[in-house]
């Protein structure tokens, strides 16, 4: 059970969260130009990373704010917590 | 507003009335209290414009939070509650919801909010006693430390596997703590049940 | 009996109080502060159990949490307890226990022939025995089932409470032994908050069992003196009989608190309480377990590791034996002797494996009269149920063999030292590393990601001096790391600070014959596994420690090898010829100890299991004979069965009344979401498929949304109520899940679109009333709701007020019948309901519950998320074409037409009927084309829906079946294990197919 710490309510207990998958991953805008490969691209194929992984979660049982975190996926640290609309600090990307 | 007679609070199956005023009391030190019909209004709109806030001060004659699970004003009155860096619980007197929403949107109007009614949604459970924090401890990862959680400051976590808001009110040095939990009317009993079941008897 | 088993003065038993207690059968007394193995030694009893795999009789061997043979069954009935040790058991009075594997009793037991049979019986047996013919693997696994086991499970519930808690610290402490009661002490200067726990129910570990003295005190009484310190501080919180048995992520760490005894009568008081403590920092400090030698017959009952005989000697004041001989590699367990020798116990002679023992614990053992003998080995144990007499020959240059004249000695009791091994597995659990010291071979705490300091022997500093220094600093330093000040002490010191001379490892103590010819040297006791299976696994080709753990199951048994990892690993690496570092270690996972079900479980059982969800009417559907049915959290009625009704009587009354006259639903436990905010529609437009640009206030719309690879996620009924107003309702099962999908992707793709979300599903008591006398009943409700058909249509929406309640008021129909959805304040619900069941008692109105829903909107052809869509199905396979809009884009529609998503041989729904009337088809059961003799036949699809229509009056279904569109009016079949069904396919609208009834 891992600490994460909310951007809004600070240091909480995993169960408080939903993770969303990997981060960063645009919605295309015209989805009907992509060609099945690039689309399916978008919908299936995620990155199983060793190491610190760029992921989305949600405060869900909080305040329901998404944000972004960095987890080393072997260890399970967490190397930063930034908004959702902010890209990875320098040190981790 | 509907006369009370025709109204049922979630736990009204406990035949919690007929104990004086909704009231248990379990083991020496604890009381347990169902404070029902409070008016609860859910609010959101965009703290970064003034006239938001503005609009709102007029409306409830208090200050929205800005600091994270904090709560402002007086639980007696208005009290707003910090749900998200756009969204508060409003909360008045038990009846005073219809007033909450018209002043609300009379001060908002043409603003991009949302302003819903609440009231019946969510009940409060009062616990006031020494024990009231190791009880929610043992359904609760949140630290309640006196260091850590002091009065004026709200939590949305989980209790007992129920999303809940946690408000401590007061902290006596003689009484023990004060506190509201505010529980989705499906969920009350169950937690109900579990906080006597928890409770040091 | 001659003389008193027990010590006159000492221990930390309370003569005064003396306990009954019962061993298979017998009656016995010991005193409280005893354990179960201490107050059996009182009284004489060594032979305990039998062994796993060859019912050796076996006896106490430790004196706690790594005692591998000492298993009894606790208590009968409910409570039992299976594969208890006997020296964790804290003595209560009446307490009964039972030898585990002994049939009929220890001393006797008919299956200790096996041991006989050894040779058939070597490491991997199992898998090399019973492999053929396959076919006997049943009648294998049945014997094997009589014999193996450690014990039987309760056949009741058990009637005993636990209790959880949660706990957050700066500083947590495990163990309180001498370094962890110097770190806590140091620690308590400051301000932080401490938790201390120990396992046992007095606080010292092992200052409790040793004869030391600090700062000029006895150890037990300095132990006492930093306990009530602690006690006094309000920051530090001391848990006593408490067992940290996992280390989880970010410092969390897991522990279960004994609170009583398995006694039968004590009411409402909790059993056990499971802590789940989160630290800043964590001081791991939890000491070593001694190390056995690994020779000849070394299970036999009386052979003892040589620091539990001082703990039973000092700590509960047993003599343990009579006649005592002592077999080490070391200074420190010369203690024993002394210790023994002090209580006036005779102790024969003290066998060294070292060349010489030349340190100041050996040389005052000899100069108080007792025999050393140095460079020798115990070759031999007689006496199968206890030890009566050794043989001890001297070892070559090398060690690897004996010589010379073999020595006899009579003794009742060996005591027994290889060193000691630190207890690494809390630090082992983080996935922290482990370091070999080549010095004396032990595994020492390497790297770890947790924020933890191993202090003491648990870090492989042995000496109590370094023990109480280790501590110490470690006080001074998680106070500095948790960000607090200390004040200026002093550490405590070890008053004698006797120094030891290096151990001498032998890992197989060799004897006349090569190990397993004629005797056994057992490594792992718990699971019989000796030396010659460790020499035969790495014959067969076994290198890694892994590989060699599963094949042998060293160390898989309850105790997880505390004692008996290291000698054999070490025994691995000697046959391989490598270094134990380079063969590696097994990895140690939680529990460190076993952990009880229902300290898991907690309060959250019975009725508390899971939260249970009650409707604002839930009490009037019980006190109306509801049977329930679970969605999700929530309790819905099923049915209302009255007096003797069956379901399906039930349902068909139910079912007929609704389409007849009318029937009232609670429908509260759908999800409803308020939708505010100028581009509301335009979001909706993005997460629905059909378009709301155009939708109407005071209109309905039915919507689908897809997950973005185009499947069908959840459908639902969306009203505008004002111009930028918008109220959604979900199935009850996504209420949640779709709330939050709409935040995500307001919050994540498109934050520049207004709206905002706020869940309503609590605040509204829905109730649905259904059928050609809805409209009559409600119109007796409301003054300001004009409910005529032109006026309020369907798939429309009206404010106003409804049995004095403000209400919404929807004209929306899962039945097919003329329906009214009526919302009103949730604390209002159990009142209009009421009202409505006595006012539309003249239209017989009955309530149904969902499995009525179900056959109502099946008939219609109306799908149920979850039911007819399973996450693989789109709307197009769901025959919803008019649904999709064509001209705009919305979450999943690229997906529609990537190629797999548009075969048109992909499973459609469509209706089944039956050729027999009376069959009900099985949901879920699989649809074949063709019958065929061979098998497989190929399936091309399944039930998804079926039931019983009391209006049709004959059975129907739903199925998704392969190009389904093409195959209406063809035969199909359901092959059941006794039967098979045979169907036509057809539409999926069996009812009222142009609709007159819901319009009307």
């Given at each position: 059970?891992?600490?994460?710490?909310?951007?809004?309510?600070?240091?909480?207990?995993?169960?408080?969260?939903?993770?969303?998958?990997?981060?960063?991953?645009?919605?295309?805008?015209?989805?009907?130009?992509?060609?099945?490969?690039?689309?399916?691209?978008?919908?299936?194929?995620?990155?199983?990373?060793?190491?610190?992984?760029?992921?989305?979660?949600?405060?869900?049982?909080?305040?329901?704010?998404?944000?972004?975190?960095?987890?080393?996926?072997?260890?399970?640290?967490?190397?930063?917590?930034?908004?959702?609309?902010?890209?990875?600090?320098?040190?981790?990307? | 507003?509907?006369?009370?007679?025709?109204?049922?609070?979630?736990?009204?199956?406990?035949?919690?009335?007929?104990?004086?005023?909704?009231?248990?009391?379990?083991?020496?030190?604890?009381?347990?209290?169902?404070?029902?019909?409070?008016?609860?209004?859910?609010?959101?709109?965009?703290?970064?414009?003034?006239?938001?806030?503005?609009?709102?001060?007029?409306?409830?004659?208090?200050?929205?939070?800005?600091?994270?699970?904090?709560?402002?004003?007086?639980?007696?009155?208005?009290?707003?509650?910090?749900?998200?860096?756009?969204?508060?619980?409003?909360?008045?007197?038990?009846?005073?919801?219809?007033?909450?929403?018209?002043?609300?949107?009379?001060?908002?109007?043409?603003?991009?909010?949302?302003?819903?009614?609440?009231?019946?949604?969510?009940?409060?459970?009062?616990?006031?006693?020494?024990?009231?924090?190791?009880?929610?401890?043992?359904?609760?990862?949140?630290?309640?430390?006196?260091?850590?959680?002091?009065?004026?400051?709200?939590?949305?976590?989980?209790?007992?596997?129920?999303?809940?808001?946690?408000?401590?009110?007061?902290?006596?040095?003689?009484?023990?703590?004060?506190?509201?939990?505010?529980?989705?009317?499906?969920?009350?009993?169950?937690?109900?049940?579990?906080?006597?079941?928890?409770?040091?008897? | 009996?001659?003389?008193?088993?027990?010590?006159?003065?000492?221990?930390?038993?309370?003569?005064?109080?003396?306990?009954?207690?019962?061993?298979?059968?017998?009656?016995?007394?010991?005193?409280?502060?005893?354990?179960?193995a201490s107050a059996l030694l009182a009284n004489g009893i060594h032979l305990v159990s039998r062994s796993f795999k060859y019912h050796r009789p076996r006896g106490i061997f430790a004196s706690g949490t790594e005692e591998p043979n000492a298993l009894v069954q606790l208590e009968v009935g409910?409570?039992?307890?299976?594969?208890?040790?006997?020296?964790?058991?804290?003595?209560?009075?009446?307490?009964?226990?039972?030898?585990?594997?002994?049939?009929?009793?220890?001393?006797?037991?008919?299956?200790?022939?096996?041991?006989?049979?050894?040779?058939?019986?070597?490491?991997?047996?199992?898998?090399?025995?019973?492999?053929?013919?396959?076919?006997?693997?049943?009648?294998?696994?049945?014997?094997?089932?009589?014999?193996?086991?450690?014990?039987?499970?309760?056949?009741?519930?058990?009637?005993?409470?636990?209790?959880?808690?949660?706990?957050?610290?700066?500083?947590?402490?495990?163990?309180?032994?001498?370094?962890?009661?110097?770190?806590?002490?140091?620690?308590?200067?400051?301000?932080?908050?401490?938790?201390?726990?120990?396992?046992?129910?007095?606080?010292?570990?092992?200052?409790?069992?040793?004869?030391?003295?600090?700062?000029?005190?006895?150890?037990?009484?300095?132990?006492?003196?930093?306990?009530?310190?602690?006690?006094?501080?309000?920051?530090?919180?001391?848990?006593?009989?408490?067992?940290?048995?996992?280390?989880?992520?970010?410092?969390?760490?897991?522990?279960?608190?004994?609170?009583?005894?398995?006694?039968?009568?004590?009411?409402?008081?909790?059993?056990?309480?499971?802590?789940?403590?989160?630290?800043?920092?964590?001081?791991?400090?939890?000491?070593?377990?001694?190390?056995?030698?690994?020779?000849?017959?070394?299970?036999?009952?009386?052979?003892?590791?040589?620091?539990?005989?001082?703990?039973?000697?000092?700590?509960?004041?047993?003599?343990?034996?009579?006649?005592?001989?002592?077999?080490?590699?070391?200074?420190?367990?010369?203690?024993?002797?002394?210790?023994?020798?002090?209580?006036?116990?005779?102790?024969?002679?003290?066998?060294?494996?070292?060349?010489?023992?030349?340190?100041?614990?050996?040389?005052?053992?000899?100069?108080?009269?007792?025999?050393?003998?140095?460079?020798?080995?115990?070759?031999?144990?007689?006496?199968?149920?206890?030890?009566?007499?050794?043989?001890?020959?001297?070892?070559?240059?090398?060690?690897?063999?004996?010589?010379?004249?073999?020595?006899?000695?009579?003794?009742?009791?060996?005591?027994?030292?290889?060193?000691?091994?630190?207890?690494?597995?809390?630090?082992?659990?983080?996935?922290?590393?482990?370091?070999?010291?080549?010095?004396?071979?032990?595994?020492?705490?390497?790297?770890?990601?947790?924020?933890?300091?191993?202090?003491?022997?648990?870090?492989?500093?042995?000496?109590?001096?370094?023990?109480?220094?280790?501590?110490?600093?470690?006080?001074?330093?998680?106070?500095?790391?948790?960000?607090?000040?200390?004040?200026?002490?002093?550490?405590?010191?070890?008053?004698?600070?006797?120094?030891?001379?290096?151990?001498?490892?032998?890992?197989?103590?060799?004897?006349?014959?090569?190990?397993?010819?004629?005797?056994?040297?057992?490594?792992?006791?718990?699971?019989?596994?000796?030396?010659?299976?460790?020499?035969?696994?790495?014959?067969?080709?076994?290198?890694?420690?892994?590989?060699?753990?599963?094949?042998?199951?060293?160390?898989?048994?309850?105790?997880?090898?505390?004692?008996?990892?290291?000698?054999?690993?070490?025994?691995?690496?000697?046959?391989?010829?490598?270094?134990?570092?380079?063969?590696?270690?097994?990895?140690?996972?939680?529990?460190?100890?076993?952990?009880?079900?229902?300290?898991?479980?907690?309060?959250?059982?019975?009725?508390?299991?899971?939260?249970?969800?009650?409707?604002?009417?839930?009490?009037?559907?019980?006190?109306?004979?509801?049977?329930?049915?679970?969605?999700?959290?929530?309790?819905?009625?099923?049915?209302?069965?009255?007096?003797?009704?069956?379901?399906?009587?039930?349902?068909?009354?139910?079912?007929?009344?609704?389409?007849?006259?009318?029937?009232?639903?609670?429908?509260?436990?759908?999800?409803?979401?308020?939708?505010?905010?100028?581009?509301?529609?335009?979001?909706?437009?993005?997460?629905?498929?059909?378009?709301?640009?155009?939708?109407?206030?005071?209109?309905?719309?039915?919507?689908?949304?897809?997950?973005?690879?185009?499947?069908?996620?959840?459908?639902?009924?969306?009203?505008?109520?004002?111009?930028?107003?918008?109220?959604?309702?979900?199935?009850?099962?996504?209420?949640?899940?779709?709330?939050?999908?709409?935040?995500?992707?307001?919050?994540?793709?498109?934050?520049?679109?207004?709206?905002?979300?706020?869940?309503?599903?609590?605040?509204?008591?829905?109730?649905?009333?259904?059928?050609?006398?809805?409209?009559?009943?409600?119109?007796?409700?409301?003054?300001?709701?004009?409910?005529?058909?032109?006026?309020?249509?369907?798939?429309?929406?009206?404010?106003?007020?409804?049995?004095?309640?403000?209400?919404?008021?929807?004209?929306?129909?899962?039945?097919?019948?003329?329906?009214?959805?009526?919302?009103?304040?949730?604390?209002?619900?159990?009142?209009?309901?009421?009202?409505?069941?006595?006012?539309?008692?003249?239209?017989?109105?009955?309530?149904?519950?969902?499995?009525?829903?179900?056959?109502?909107?099946?008939?219609?052809?109306?799908?149920?998320?979850?039911?007819?869509?399973?996450?693989?199905?789109?709307?197009?396979?769901?025959?919803?074409?008019?649904?999709?809009?064509?001209?705009?884009?919305?979450?999943?529609?690229?997906?529609?037409?990537?190629?797999?998503?548009?075969?048109?041989?992909?499973?459609?729904?469509?209706?089944?009927?039956?050729?027999?009337?009376?069959?009900?088809?099985?949901?879920?059961?699989?649809i074949v084309s063709q019958l065929q003799a061979t098998y497989p036949i190929p399936m091309i699809g399944h039930v998804t829906s079926s039931y019983h229509s009391p209006i049709l009056g004959r059975s129907f279904a739903l199925a998704l079946i392969k190009g389904g569109k093409k195959r209406?009016?063809?035969?199909?079949?359901?092959?059941?294990?006794?039967?098979?069904?045979?169907?036509?396919?057809?539409?999926?609208?069996?009812?009222?197919?142009?609709?007159?009834?819901?319009?009307?």
């Amino acid at each position: 059970m891992l600490v994460i710490e909310c951007p809004w309510c600070g240091p909480r207990s995993e169960e408080e969260f939903t993770n969303g998958g990997e981060a960063h991953i645009k919605r295309p805008s015209k989805p009907s130009a992509l060609s099945d490969e690039e689309w399916a691209d978008y919908v299936f194929m995620r990155k199983n990373t060793k190491g610190i992984f760029l992921e989305r979660w949600s405060h869900s049982s909080g305040c329901r704010r998404w944000f972004n975190a960095a987890r080393n996926t072997i260890t399970n640290e967490i190397a930063a917590i930034y908004h959702i609309n902010e890209k990875p600090p320098k040190e981790i990307s | 507003m509907v006369e009370t007679y025709k109204r049922k609070t979630p736990l009204a199956n406990l035949g919690l009335e007929k104990v004086s005023p909704s009231e248990q009391k379990i083991g020496k030190s604890l009381l347990m209290t169902e404070i029902p019909y409070i008016a609860k209004v859910n609010l959101r709109g965009d703290p970064a414009k003034k006239i938001f806030l503005k609009g709102v001060k007029a409306a409830l004659n208090i200050q929205l939070p800005k600091i994270p699970n904090t709560v402002s004003g007086k639980f007696s009155e208005v009290q707003a509650i910090w749900l998200g860096p756009d969204e508060w619980l409003l909360t008045g007197r038990s009846g005073a919801e219809a007033k909450l929403l018209k002043n609300l949107q009379k001060q908002t109007e043409n603003m991009h909010v949302a302003i819903t009614d609440i009231t019946d949604s969510r009940t409060i459970m009062q616990l006031s006693g020494g024990p009231a924090l190791s009880i929610i401890m043992k359904g609760c990862t949140l630290d309640l430390h006196p260091n850590v959680f002091k009065p004026g400051q709200c939590a949305q976590t989980i209790l007992a596997k129920t999303n809940v808001i946690i408000h401590l009110l007061k902290f006596d040095k003689k009484i023990g703590p004060t506190l509201h939990i505010y529980v989705q009317n499906s969920f009350a009993e169950h937690l109900w049940l579990w906080l006597i079941d928890a409770a040091p008897t | 009996m001659s003389r008193p088993l027990r010590l006159s003065l000492g221990g930390a038993i309370d003569r005064k109080k003396p306990v009954n207690f019962q061993f298979n059968g017998r009656q016995l007394c010991g005193y409280k502060g005893d354990t179960l193995a201490s107050a059996l030694l009182a009284n004489g009893i060594h032979l305990v159990s039998r062994s796993f795999k060859y019912h050796r009789p076996r006896g106490i061997f430790a004196s706690g949490t790594e005692e591998p043979n000492a298993l009894v069954q606790l208590e009968v009935g409910p409570r039992t307890l299976a594969s208890h040790q006997a020296t964790k058991i804290k003595l209560y009075e009446g307490l009964k226990a039972f030898s585990a594997n002994c049939w009929p009793s220890p001393a006797f037991d008919l299956l200790g022939i096996l041991g006989f049979f050894h040779r058939i019986l070597p490491a991997g047996f199992y898998y090399k025995t019973f492999m053929w013919p396959r076919w006997g693997w049943k009648i294998y696994e049945y014997l094997i089932r009589h014999i193996a086991g450690l014990g039987y499970c309760p056949r009741q519930p058990d009637p005993d409470r636990y209790d959880h808690m949660n706990a957050h610290t700066d500083i947590l402490i495990i163990g309180s032994g001498p370094s962890g009661l110097a770190a806590a002490i140091e620690a308590s200067h400051s301000s932080a908050r401490i938790i201390i726990v120990d396992e046992n129910s007095k606080f010292g570990g092992r200052l409790l069992s040793d004869n030391s003295k600090i700062n000029n005190k006895s150890g037990p009484d300095w132990a006492a003196q930093q306990e009530s310190i602690l006690a006094s501080n309000p920051n530090v919180k001391m848990l006593r009989n408490t067992t940290a048995f996992g280390y989880y992520d970010h410092n969390l760490i897991g522990m279960i608190e004994n609170l009583t005894g398995p006694i039968t009568g004590v009411k409402d008081k909790k059993r056990q309480r499971l802590w789940k403590i989160r630290a800043k920092q964590v001081v791991l400090a939890q000491g070593a377990f001694e190390r056995p030698l690994v020779f000849s017959d070394n299970d036999r009952p009386g052979v003892m590791l040589a620091g539990a005989i001082r703990t039973f000697l000092n700590k509960y004041a047993v003599i343990p034996g009579r006649r005592v001989a002592l077999f080490v590699n070391n200074d420190d367990a010369y203690r024993t002797a002394l210790d023994l020798n002090a209580h006036g116990v005779e102790v024969v002679v003290v066998i060294d494996l070292r060349k010489e023992a030349t340190g100041v614990l050996p040389n005052r053992t000899i100069s108080e009269g007792i025999e050393v003998v140095e460079d020798a080995a115990i070759t031999g144990v007689i006496g199968k149920s206890h030890v009566k007499k050794i043989e001890v020959m001297m070892l070559s240059e090398d060690g690897k063999s004996v010589q010379g004249e073999k020595r006899f000695f009579d003794c009742d009791l060996i005591g027994i030292s290889g060193g000691w091994n630190p207890a690494v597995h809390l630090h082992s659990h983080t996935n922290g590393k482990t370091v070999w010291r080549k010095d004396d071979g032990v595994f020492i705490p390497g790297k770890t990601l947790q924020n933890i300091i191993s202090i003491g022997a648990c870090s492989g500093n042995f000496s109590l001096q370094s023990c109480l220094k280790d501590g110490w600093t470690a006080g001074k330093k998680v106070v500095k790391l948790t960000g607090f000040s200390s004040k200026k002490t002093n550490s405590p010191k070890d008053t004698e600070n006797i120094p030891e001379q290096p151990w001498r490892n032998i890992w197989i103590i060799p004897s006349n014959a090569p190990a397993g010819q004629n005797d056994k040297h057992f490594v792992d006791q718990q699971h019989d596994v000796t030396a010659a299976d460790i020499q035969l696994a790495a014959r067969e080709g076994y290198q890694s420690v892994e590989h060699t753990k599963r094949y042998t199951t060293l160390g898989m048994a309850t105790d997880q090898g505390k004692t008996s990892n290291i000698p054999g690993h070490a025994i691995l690496a000697e046959i391989l010829g490598k270094e134990v570092s380079a063969i590696g270690t097994t990895t140690f996972r939680p529990p460190y100890t076993p952990v009880t079900i229902g300290a898991l479980a907690g309060p959250y059982t019975g009725l508390l299991f899971a939260p249970i969800r009650r409707s604002p009417m839930h009490y009037w559907h019980e006190s109306n004979g509801a049977i329930w049915e679970d969605v999700g959290e929530w309790k819905r009625p099923w049915y209302y069965p009255k007096r003797n009704e069956s379901m399906r009587d039930a349902v068909a009354r139910e079912c007929l009344a609704t389409r007849n006259s009318v029937g009232i639903l609670d429908a509260s436990t759908l999800g409803k979401i308020d939708i505010q905010g100028p581009d509301s529609a335009e979001f909706l437009n993005r997460i629905y498929t059909n378009n709301w640009e155009n939708l109407e206030i005071g209109c309905c719309r039915y919507g689908i949304m897809l997950r973005e690879d185009g499947m069908v996620m959840d459908d639902g009924v969306t009203s505008r109520l004002g111009k930028n107003h918008y109220l959604m309702t979900t199935t009850t099962g996504n209420a949640a899940s779709v709330l939050a999908w709409l935040e995500e992707w307001s919050q994540t793709e498109w934050p520049t679109l207004k709206v905002y979300f706020t869940s309503v599903t609590e605040q509204y008591a829905t109730i649905t009333l259904s059928g050609p006398n809805a409209r009559l009943l409600l119109e007796e409700f409301t003054n300001d709701i004009d409910l005529g058909g032109g006026a309020f249509p369907a798939m429309q929406y009206r404010e106003g007020t409804v049995g004095g309640f403000r209400a919404r008021v929807f004209r929306i129909s899962f039945t097919g019948e003329c329906a009214f959805e009526i919302n009103v304040q949730a604390s209002g619900g159990a009142n209009l309901w009421a009202n409505f069941v006595n006012a539309g008692e003249k239209y017989g109105i009955t309530p149904y519950g969902t499995e009525t829903m179900h056959v109502l909107r099946a008939e219609k052809g109306y799908i149920i998320v979850g039911q007819e869509t399973d996450g693989t199905v789109t709307p197009y396979d769901l025959g919803m074409n008019w649904i999709i809009s064509k001209n705009k884009d919305f979450i999943g529609r690229r997906s529609l037409n990537r190629p797999d998503t548009a075969r048109d041989d992909r499973k459609q729904l469509v209706g089944l009927l039956p050729n027999d009337k009376t069959e009900i088809l099985p949901e879920g059961g699989q649809i074949v084309s063709q019958l065929q003799a061979t098998y497989p036949i190929p399936m091309i699809g399944h039930v998804t829906s079926s039931y019983h229509s009391p209006i049709l009056g004959r059975s129907f279904a739903l199925a998704l079946i392969k190009g389904g569109k093409k195959r209406l009016g063809q035969t199909v079949h359901v092959p059941l294990v006794e039967r098979t069904i045979t169907c036509q396919v057809t539409s999926h609208l069996f009812y009222d197919k142009e609709g007159h009834r819901l319009n009307g």
